[in-house]
């Protein structure tokens, strides 16, 4: 069963620092990649989907990678601002559903 | 275009009742999943429908039931509500496509408290 980590748990950091989630899984058959955003008591929002075929995907200050033999992704934030405080979700795309992990809470300080 | 809505946004039960959370797909998508989110957790498969059918189902008990009508909306249904049946329950949409898996997008959520 697909098995996915991510570290660290939780990240404080003053604002424009540059910042490495990561995540790594233990199933390297994936069909896809994705990172979201969850603000408290909310729902996901995706940032990054990063295809089994690819090696990264940007947007804007966001960079994520994928290592999919080593089974590791990192999310790189840029410059980050206070608004960047969230929770960050990595997940596995395995066929037909999503095996996510348990979540990087960010905040960042002004 | 609307996204994924879902409703209602929060809910209150006690142990022993039923629930039924209402999912709206997002235009354009056929394919509805249900995710189960504890406090402090990454959320969980319940399972997924297309064309009405459950096609896949993650590892939960028969008391989690569900529905999709022909519109392509789903309903998730909880029966015999328990204390650990607690969490937001995330609708997930996308298209059902060959030969690859789209990107699947989230509804805010149903926050559902068992007392």
């Known amino acids: 069963k697909q098995e996915v980590t991510q570290i660290p748990a939780a990240l404080s950091v003053p604002e424009g620092e540059n910042l490495v989630l990561n995540c790594s899984f233990t199933d390297s058959a994936i069909y896809n990649l994705q990172w979201f955003r969850q603000d408290p008591g909310k729902g996901l929002t995706s940032l990054l989907l990063?295809?089994?075929?690819?090696r990264e995907q940007t947007s804007g200050r966001l960079n994520a990678s994928l290592d999919k033999s080593s089974g590791r992704s990192t999310l790189y934030i840029a410059a980050s601002q206070p608004g960047d405080s969230a929770t960050y979700l990595c997940?596995?795309?395995?066929?037909?559903?999503?095996?996510f992990g348990t979540g990087t809470r960010l905040t960042v300080i002004p | 275009d609307a996204g994924v809505t879902q409703s209602p946004t929060h809910l209150i039960k006690t142990r022993g009742q039923q629930v039924t959370l209402r999912c709206s797909p997002k235009?354009?998508?056929?394919?509805v999943s249900w995710y189960q989110q504890a406090l402090g957790q990454g959320p969980q498969f319940i399972f997924q429908y297309y064309e009405e059918e459950e096609r896949q189902r993650g590892n939960f008990p028969d008391r989690f039931s569900g529905h999709q009508f022909p519109n392509y909306s789903s309903e998730l249904n909880v029966n015999a509500l328990l204390l650990g049946d607690s969490a937001l329950y995330l609708c997930?949409?996308?298209?059902?496509?060959?030969?690859?898996?789209?990107?699947?997008?989230f509804g805010s959520g149903t926050q559902l408290s068992v007392l």
């Open positions: 997930a949409s996308r298209r059902m496509v060959s030969g690859g898996v789209e990107k699947l997008f």
């Open positions: 997940a596995v795309n395995g066929a037909n559903n999503l095996f």
């Open positions: 990063i295809q089994s075929s690819q």
């Open positions: 235009s354009g998508h056929d394919t």
